[in-house]
Structures are given as C-alpha cells and as structure tokens.
C-alpha cells in the first residue's frame, strides 16, 4: 500500500522568508497530491493539490512542485506571514483504495 | 458552515463505556469517510461508506468499534469499552463533488477517555 513520508517534522522560519516542507511516496501509480493546513483545535482544510500531468502547480504564495520520477513532492511557501503558523500535512491516494494516506506533518512556525 | 456536522464535538468519558459519534453531511454525498487524528499525527483512515454500503474497514479499526450509515445521508461511529488509547479527534469527511481525490473535513469530535 501507499506509505507517505514527510520532512521536516518543524520548521521555524523568520517572517517574510520561504519555507519549505517535503513529501516522499511509494506508490508509482499515485496521481494525486494534495496539501492540508490545520491550525490548532481546527479540521485539515484543503490549501492547494496537484495532479501527475503537471509538475508545478501555483496559488498566490503557495506552490507545489512534483518530481513522479523521484516520487516526492513539496510545498513551497513565500514570504511567509505569522498566519502561515500552523501544522501543514500532504497526503496521497491509495490505489485500489478509495482513500488518502497522510504523511506525520509539519508544524511551521513563523517568528515575527 | 463545514458542510458536515459532527456531534458532539467533545466528548469526555470514562474508560469502560461506549461513546458514539454522529456525522451530518449538509447535502447528499455518495461516499462518507471516518478518520481518526491523534496528538501529533496525520489523520488515519479507518471506514468508508458508498451509500449505506460499508466497503473498507482499516485494521485500525477493532472489533470494539462498528460504524453505520443506515440510509446514505448520516453516519454513526460507536466505540463500545473504550480505552485511553481511544482516545483522539473522530473525523468525517466526504469527496468534493467534481474534484477527484479531494477530501472536506467536518471539525472532528475529540473523545478524551480517562
């Protein structure tokens, strides 16, 4: 089955730089790879995804890029804002599944 | 508004008793999911339903705990003797409509077995 692996497990980054967080996949035939946000006592919400035709999907700060040959795929965020502070989780679906596997998350603190 | 209502929202019990969990979605959906989300981890699927039919169950997912959708539209999640390592957020969640793969979560009910 799908096992997800995601890096760093903290990140804590000064206002206004870039952050960085890290997905690995097994599965080859995954095609979908989405990125959730949960700030604290809150549900994960969809902030971006992207599928395995593209290799780099954009949304204001955010982005993803998708290696499939590597079988990892990043978020990417910009000048970051004390907002971004909060637990960021990818995911992948399991084939044959109808489910999404979550990597352990990362917890992104930004200091102002 | 979630689109999915989960109830309660916090539940504090007692080692030993049954607790269950109930998951409104606000419109129909064809497929409903239960994750659980301890401390410090990602959530972790346990059931999902395609109508009132329950197709997969995670071995996570013990003889202690059953889950039902009795009609296609609410959900019910028991866990029956509960322990501590019960405890964690219960979350349901259902696919968007037209976005593949895509799960929208409701705001999770938090058991607390003490």
């Known amino acids: 089955g799908e096992n997800v692996e995601q890096h760093p497990s903290t990140l804590s980054v000064q206002e206004g730089d870039s952050a960085v967080i890290k997905c690995t996949y097994s599965d080859s035939a995954s095609n979908y790879f989405p990125w959730y946000k949960q700030e604290l006592g809150k549900r994960p919400q969809l902030i971006i995804d992207i599928r395995s035709n593209v290799g780099e999907k954009k949304d204001q700060r955010i982005a993803v890029t998708l290696n499939k040959t590597a079988k990892h795929f990043s978020l990417h965020i910009t000048e970051t804002q004390p907002e971004d502070s909060a637990v960021y989780f990818c995911?992948?679906?399991?084939?044959?599944?109808?489910?999404?596997?979550f990597g352990q998350g990362t917890r992104l603190t930004i200091n102002p | 508004d979630t689109g999915v209502s989960q109830n309660p929202r916090h539940k504090i019990t007692k080692r030993g008793q049954n607790v269950t969990f109930r998951c409104d979605p606000i419109s129909e959906h064809n497929r409903l999911y239960w994750y659980r989300q301890t401390l410090g981890q990602g959530p972790e699927f346990l059931t999902y339903f395609q109508n009132e039919a329950q197709l997969e169950k995670s071995r996570l997912l013990s003889d202690r705990f059953s889950a039902e959708r009795p009609k296609g539209s609410f959900s019910t999640l028991e866990i029956q003797r509960t322990e501590q390592g019960d405890s964690a957020m219960y979350l349901c969640a259902y696919p968007r409509p037209l976005l593949t793969g895509e799960l929208f979560f409701g705001e999770g009910s938090r058991l607390t077995v003490l």
């Open positions: 995911a992948a679906p399991r084939q044959g599944a109808q489910k999404l596997v």
